[in-house]
């Protein structure tokens, strides 16, 4: 039992309530990977990304301007699912601060994990409803993600936000270009967020790729090992038993 001591404090301590720039890092690096092989999955299931919202709200006016109701329903559950899986992140991380739960963020994260295995039995509707389920589910999760490291970093990140963070990168490497053309000049780049931002550009994009494969040899059921991450870094910390505190005396 002790070679599994290490691997559930380290899972304790990225969801801990207790918040520390590295475990910020860490947990936006593996939602980022997730998000990207969830990404992949959702064009596998329905041939749509799930987490590019601005693409869906483009798509919504463009079929608005030709009436094709059967596309407008499909962006509108899409960007519903988003926005109400976000809010439902909240609602638990702010329900978990407010009753003093340690677990405020291993809970959004076990309640995604719930969600892609849903979404691995998501192949067993071959009808429009049931990829219409699918869609509506990975954006939920999307949703849940992207609220849930935003409200753990305080706004500094956003795992599935990727035009975001490209144009960061490009600030930042814009701000190095000047900087060699007249040195000195301020503010320079800010390497440490640059590093930060290609991690995450990065894992999203090893994520897409694995998520590519994996999806492409085993469908719907290459969730299931996602699912398998998020529940390994929410468990721990949900089924960790509260010490008992000390009975004061009278």
Same mark, same amino acid.
């Given at each position: 039992?002790? @070679?599994?001591?290490?691997?559930?404090?380290?899972?304790?301590?990225?969801?801990? @309530?207790?918040?520390?720039?590295?475990?910020?890092?860490?947990?936006?690096?593996?939602?980022?990977?997730?998000?990207?092989?969830?990404?992949?999955?959702?064009?596998?299931?329905?041939?749509?990304? &799930?987490?590019? +919202?601005?693409?869906?709200?483009?798509?919504?006016?463009?079929?608005?301007?030709?009436?094709?109701?059967?596309?407008?329903?499909?962006?509108?559950?899409?960007?519903?699912?988003?926005?109400?899986?976000?809010?439902?992140?909240?609602?638990?991380?702010?329900?978990?601060?407010? &009753?003093?739960?340690?677990?405020?963020?291993?809970?959004p994260l076990a309640v995604q994990g719930s969600f892609m295995v849903c979404f691995?039995?998501?192949?067993?509707?071959?009808?429009?409803?049931?990829?219409?389920?699918?869609?509506?589910?990975?954006?939920?999760? +999307?949703? +849940?993600?992207?609220?849930?490291?935003?409200?753990?970093?305080?706004?500094?990140?956003?795992?599935?936000?990727? &035009?975001? +963070?490209?144009?960061?990168?490009?600030?930042?490497?814009?701000?190095?270009?000047?900087?060699?053309?007249?040195?000195?000049?301020?503010?320079?780049?800010?390497?440490?967020?640059?590093?930060?931002?290609?991690?995450?550009?990065?894992?999203?994009?090893?994520?897409?790729?694995?998520?590519?494969?994996?999806?492409? @040899?085993?469908?719907?059921?290459?969730?299931?090992?996602?699912?398998?991450?998020?529940?390994?870094?929410?468990?721990?910390?949900?089924?960790?038993?509260?010490?008992?505190?000390?009975?004061?005396?009278?």
């Amino acid at each position: 039992m002790a @070679h599994l001591r290490q691997p559930l404090r380290t899972a304790r301590a990225i969801v801990s @309530h207790r918040r520390t720039e590295g475990s910020d890092n860490a947990l936006a690096v593996v939602l980022a990977a997730v998000a990207g092989a969830a990404n992949a999955g959702g064009f596998f299931a329905v041939g749509q990304y &799930t987490s590019h +919202m601005s693409g869906y709200l483009s798509q919504l006016a463009d079929d608005l301007a030709v009436l094709n109701l059967r596309l407008v329903i499909v962006c509108v559950l899409a960007i519903g699912a988003f926005a109400t899986g976000a809010g439902f992140s909240t609602v638990l991380i702010t329900w978990a601060r407010q &009753t003093r739960r340690q677990s405020q963020y291993a809970l959004p994260l076990a309640v995604q994990g719930s969600f892609m295995v849903c979404f691995a039995w998501g192949g067993i509707f071959s009808s429009e409803a049931g990829r219409l389920f699918s869609l509506a589910c990975l954006c939920f999760i +999307m949703g +849940m993600q992207n609220a849930t490291i935003t409200k753990i970093s305080g706004a500094r990140i956003r795992t599935t936000h990727v &035009t975001g +963070m490209v144009t960061d990168i490009g600030i930042e490497l814009g701000r190095a270009a000047f900087g060699l053309a007249r040195p000195g000049t301020r503010p320079g780049p800010d390497w440490r967020k640059f590093r930060i931002l290609a991690e995450l550009v990065g894992a999203f994009f090893t994520g897409g790729l694995v998520g590519a494969v994996g999806y492409g @040899h085993l469908g719907f059921f290459f969730s299931l090992p996602l699912a398998t991450v998020l529940l390994s870094l929410s468990l721990p910390a949900l089924l960790r038993r509260r010490r008992k505190r000390p009975a004061r005396l009278a």
